[in-house]
């Protein structure tokens, strides 16, 4: 009988192999040099460029669909239909003229038919909703949170534009807001009992605010979709981010409505729109909200 198995291979053999496989990769790595850095390369290209790119485009689709939103929900128009048209000569925008950020460049901001000014305007959100899409992949990953931030933050760009344009917050955006915002954290962050206190604390919160700016100056300070806006952020980002987002909103209001009332030289009081503070403040809470916290705390711990 004949044994099929070799034997164990000695110390000493083992050894040498070894020895001879890594002089063996050492001598073809040594052999081609000059494909080593390129092949890196395009590993690194693949693995850390695909998915951001890929984002950037797909955040820039999603900016062109938010302009049409912003021009057309406060008119309550459709959404889907008809397709876009110039803003001058109502002629329908063909598709290769409605490409995201690059058809604004190519065109240099005119209609191709009438020659009349596109606003800079469409670029603008194009260029944020791309620069969110790729900030929360860095922020969060790619995946189910990316998706139901990115969604979010959207919408604030949509109420952003929305409410410096008309000073309206509208309820077709913040209602179902709170609503999917909640039914989005039964089964993910922040978890439904901060979901739903973060509404009520939003929405209790800023009535409050309201309620006593009335009793003491008489005026109405606080628009109601400001409130519902604030219970939105609280259904999506939890309770935590409510206080955080009041805070930041109102200091960045309050400086821009001071310098806006010594630019232009007047003392009355500036009705400035809240909601975008409102916006800036959530998406501060997205990106650095557990670093202000802590720092906050730690500053009275210490
Ligand atoms: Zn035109």
């Known amino acids: 009988m004949l044994s099929l198995r070799a034997a164990p291979p000695s110390p000493s053999t083992r050894a040498a192999v070894a020895l001879h496989t890594r002089a063996a990769v050492a001598a073809v790595a040594l052999a081609r040099p000059a494909r080593r850095p390129l092949e890196s390369l395009r590993r690194i290209a693949r693995g850390a460029l695909l998915t951001p790119i890929a984002l950037f485009l ?21 959404i889907v239909s008809p397709g876009s048209r110039c803003p001058h000569c109502k002629e329908p925008v063909a598709w290769y003229d409605n490409v995201p950020l690059l058809s604004w460049l190519a065109l240099r901001g005119r209609c191709r038919r009438c020659d009349g000014p596109i ?27 990316w998706a139901v931030l990115f969604a979010f933050v959207a919408a604030l760009i949509v109420v952003t534009f929305i409410d410096l344009d008309h000073r309206i917050i509208p309820d077709v955006v913040s209602l179902p807001g709170i609503a999917v915002g909640f039914v989005l954290s039964l089964r ?27 009793a003491a100056t008489g005026r109405e300070g606080m ?25 930041l909103s109102s ?52």
């Open 119 to 145: 606003s800079f305007r469409y670029f603008v959100v194009e260029l944020a909703s791309a620069l969110a899409a790729v900030a929360l992949y860095l922020r969060v990953g790619f995946g189910v949170e």
């Open 188 to 214: 993910g962050e922040p978890g439904a009992v901060s979901s739903a206190i973060g509404i009520l604390l939003g929405a209790g919160l800023l009535l409050a605010v309201g309620w006593g700016y009335e």
């Open 223 to 247: 628009g109601g979709g400001d409130v519902k806006l604030l219970g939105m952020i609280g259904a999506f980002l939890g309770w935590r981010s409510v206080p955080f987002t009041l805070l």
């Open 58 to 78: 797909f955040g820039a689709i999603i900016g062109s669909f938010a302009n049409v939103c912003i021009l057309r929900i406060p008119a309550e128009e459709s």
């Open 251 to 302: 200091l960045s209001g309050s400086a821009v409505g001071v310098t806006l009332m010594w630019w232009t030289g007047s003392d009355r009081k500036y009705a400035i729109p809240f909601g975008p503070f409102l916006a800036l403040g959530a998406v501060l809470y997205i990106f650095c909200g557990d670093r202000l916290i802590g720092w906050y705390l730690g500053l009275g711990a210490g």
